[in-house]
């Protein structure tokens, strides 16, 4: 059907399950629903659309797609007009990480927050190693900021810091690097590559770095 110049489509689960539309120019959609409009689309069991204030609410699991970027979720909100949104238990990925949280909101076109939010570069299914924050805010292309920031391995939690900043830029840029945290018999707890990188022109690559171990003590090293 139609909605200005954009596109609304829902698939029905069977032919007797038509849209509702309501006096308050409200319509929902039941039964793998679908929305495009404009670059963004959602898919959710149920979606409702708030037609005066182009808004969308989705129920039961639910995608959406932004410019490329897809994210996952239980409920979605979403401004179809500002592209502003929030996704409840939600998950995502950007550019070197994936990210999980309770509450997932865009507040910019490349600033994201996320509420008892979880980080990580590992892509198994479950990952082995992760940063867990109570609050985390991502800047797209460029960086994540966390507080506190707990490192956790096989759900255990390794160390901890009030605070903390980690590069997701592509490329050779300058930076904090993610450390790798881990835990074995003979060190105890670990965090390795406590580090900032550095390329120097185009000639070579400069890190300099540190480890902690629990046992015994902490090590530095330079890497060209």
């Given amino acids: 059907m139609g909605y200005g110049h954009n596109h609304l489509s829902a698939n029905k689960i069977s032919p007797r399950l038509e849209p509702y539309w309501s006096k308050e120019q409200i319509i929902s959609f039941y039964g793998n629903a679908s929305i495009d409009y404009h670059t963004s689309s959602l898919t959710a069991d149920t979606i409702t659309v708030m037609i005066e204030e182009n808004q969308a609410f989705t129920y039961g699991k639910s995608v959406l797609k932004d410019e490329g970027q897809i994210a996952l979720g239980n ?46 570069t590992c892509d198994g299914l479950h990952p082995h190693f992760y940063i867990k924050t109570n609050k985390m805010r991502l800047y797209k292309g460029d960086k994540v900021v966390g507080r506190p920031v707990i490192f956790y391995v096989n759900h255990l939690p390794i160390f901890a810091f009030p605070y903390g900043i980690f590069p997701v830029r592509k490329g050779r840029q300058s930076g904090l690097l993610v450390p790798y945290p881990g835990y074995n018999s003979g060190d105890g707890k670990f965090l390795k590559d406590i580090a900032f990188y550095y390329p120097y022109k185009d000639y070579a690559d400069i890190i300099l770095g540190g480890d902690i171990y629990e046992k015994s003590g902490w090590e530095a090293h330079l890497k060209a």
Avoid: N, P
């Fill in 75 to 120: 409920e979605i909100s979403y401004d179809l007009e500002t592209r502003w949104g929030m996704i409840v238990k939600g998950a995502t990925k950007f550019e070197q990480g994936y990210y999980y949280g309770d509450e997932l909101r865009k507040i910019d076109d490349d600033v994201y927050d996320i509420d008892a939010g979880l980080f990580t």
